[in-house]
């Protein structure tokens, strides 16, 4: 089984490819394999790193300030 992937057979998968698709859609495969693997990687990277934790928020004794004062003209 650690024979799969030598030199020859990845020469002979990228001709086949070359053959099945063309010259024209290769750049186009290879663009949405990457991105799906980074797509992959940062939904694995979601789910092994713990959330971060939320700010903080440093309580005061300041009161609410006073709502503000309208007038009414009749």
């Known amino acids: 089984m650690g024979d799969l992937l030598q030199p020859w057979h990845l020469i002979v998968l990228a001709v086949v490819a070359f053959l099945l698709f063309g010259a024209k859609r290769l750049p186009e495969l290879g663009k949405g394999l990457g991105e799906g693997l980074k797509g992959f990687r940062e939904g694995i990277r979601g789910i092994t790193d713990p959330a971060p934790a939320p700010p903080q928020q440093q ?3 300041t009161p609410p300030p006073p709502p503000a ?3 009414e003209q009749k």
């Open 69 to 71: 004062q309208t007038t």
């Open 59 to 61: 309580a005061t004794n």
